[in-house]
T-cell receptor
Framework: GDSVTQMEGPVTLSEEAFLTINCTYT??????LFWYVQYPGEGLQLLLKATKADDKGSNKGFEATYRKETTSFHLEKGSVQVSDSAVYFC???????????FGKGTRLHILP | DAGVIQSPRHEVTEMGQEVTLRCKPISGHDYLFWYRQTMMRGLELLIYFNNNVPIDDSGMPEDRFSAKMPNASFSTLKIQPSEPRDSAVYFCASSFDSPYEQYFGPGTRLTVT
């Protein structure tokens, strides 16, 4: 079935380090891809999205590019801050009216 | 604007008791989702509604769980009888026009002893 696989956490980095969280997907069609973020004690919120191949989603300094050839949507940020500490979820949906399928989440700790 | 509102924020109950979780979606949103989050199983979609109609309840664990959406501004998730394995954080989320951009509530932390 359709699914998302993301790197296991936790990921621990120092402030100002470069971040990459890997995400790959399996889908029967051409999905839309998302990154959601969950800050401590809160619900999830949409961070960025891409709806077709080669699209780049970006928000708050985070970026991810939809790579159809490698079925990937890796999340990157050039210089992380302590406030980026959270759990990050990669997700997909097959069509506009269908439910979102979430990955298991990757916990990120940023040390000052 | 107010976000998604859930109540209660915390619930502690004894095994066998009925539990009702409540959700008020963002005004104007036509999709509503119930999720459960645990360390072991991660985030699970239980059920979702579109225009108050249940679309997919395949994630509801068993007959002890039921969800209703009597109108566009209110939904409930009921567990009867509750069991310790139901302990989790339950999130309600809503979205407009498609499930793409879901707005999550703060969650209800349920502990069943």
């Amino acid at each position: 079935g359709d699914s998302v696989t993301q790197m296991e956490g936790p990921v621990t980095l120092s402030e100002e380090a470069f971040l990459t969280i890997n995400c790959t997907y399996t889908a029967t069609g051409y999905p839309s891809l998302f990154w959601y973020v969950q800050y401590p004690g809160e619900g999830l919120q949409l961070l960025l999205k891409a709806t077709k191949a080669d699209d780049k989603g970006s928000n708050k300094g985070f970026e991810a590019t939809y790579r159809k050839e490698t079925t990937s949507f890796h999340l990157e940020k050039g210089s992380v801050q302590v406030s980026d500490s959270a759990v990050y979820f990669c997700a997909l949906t097959l069509n506009r009216d269908d439910k979102i399928i979430f990955g298991k989440g990757t916990r990120l700790h940023i040390l000052p | 604007d107010a976000g998604v509102i859930q109540s209660p924020r915390h619930e502690v109950t004894e095994m066998g008791q009925e539990v009702t979780l409540r959700c008020k979606p963002i005004s104007g949103h036509d999709y509503l989702f119930w999720y459960r989050q645990t360390m072991m199983r991660g985030l699970e979609l239980l059920i979702y509604f579109n225009n108050n109609v249940p679309i997919d309840d395949s994630g509801m664990p068993e007959d002890r769980f039921s969800a209703k959406m009597p109108n566009a501004s209110f939904s409930t998730l009921k567990i009867q009888p509750s069991e310790p394995r139901d302990s989790a954080v339950y999130f309600c989320a809503s979205s407009f026009d498609s499930p793409y951009e879901q707005y999550f509530g703060p969650g209800t932390r349920l502990t069943v002893t």
